[in-house]
């Protein structure tokens, strides 16, 4: 009945707190502990161009060229640098996919009454795992995706096809966390590389001198 929608509410409002405390936190971490340090707050404002495209297209693969120039034009990366890291990222980083694994399978388990035991939680994080790596250009494949993973668990699919109707809410976000992450990680590659670029000069021009 109408109460699906308020249920869908609570799940859709669970799902968007988890992406952004693992901006927030996971990805500010990282950000924070590499040097030089970078405020998390100021990184998703820099990033704005990027999550704005994301959450317009839900594609991972058209978002790299985007990617791309943020990264160049607001962080300082060399393109030799993000235009391998940020497609090799598009395929293999999927946070935002496995956060919303999470999310529907503990809604669904829920919604039945069923405890998941131990064995069924590892499960459901080495099958994520797997599925998570592949269809990031193609939108709306993460629900293909999910069906699988919830009948691992042993939970009715039959709840995958009342969330399918709103996925394209999730699906926002999901490609939002995913490229913010590869950004994050094009980042730290960069500045490590740079870093790394000044070391060897400045050892060089000693070993020049000498």
């Known amino acids: 009945g109408a109460g699906i929608f308020t249920s869908m509410a609570v ?18 971490g990282f950000l924070m502990a590499f040097k030089p340090h970078i405020n998390p707050f100021r990184f998703i404002r820099d990033s ?36 391998f890291t940020i497609p090799l990222g598009s395929q293999m980083n999927t946070d935002g996919s ?5 999310c529907v399978i503990l809604f669904i388990s829920q919604m039945i009454g069923q405890q998941m035991t131990l ?22 494949s993460g629900i293909v995706k999910l069906m699988v993973v919830v009948q691992s668990a042993g ?28 950004l994050v990680g094009t980042v730290i590659v960069g500045k490590a590389e740079e870093k790394y670029t000044i070391a060897e000069n ?9």
């Open 48 to 83: 704005a161009e990027v999550w704005i495209y994301t959450i317009s297209t839900c594609s991972s693969i058209a978002t790299i060229p985007v990617n791309i120039k943020v990264a160049e034009k607001k962080f300082g990366i060399p393109e030799r640098i993000s235009g």
């Open 202 to 210: 400045d050892r060089r021009d000693l070993s020049q001198q000498k």
């Open 155 to 182: 939970l009715p699919i039959e709840v995958v096809g009342v969330i399918a109707a709103f996925y394209r809410l999730f699906d926002m976000g999901t490609t939002t966390n995913n490229c913010l992450g590869d």
């Open 11 to 28: 799940l859709v409002g669970t799902y968007y707190a988890a992406c952004l405390a693992h901006v927030i936190i996971v990805y500010g």
């Open 119 to 140: 064995f069924q939680l590892v499960n459901v994080i080495f099958i994520s795992t797997i599925l998570s790596m592949g269809g990031g250009g193609i939108p709306g």
């Open 98 to 102: 496995v956060l919303l694994y999470a």
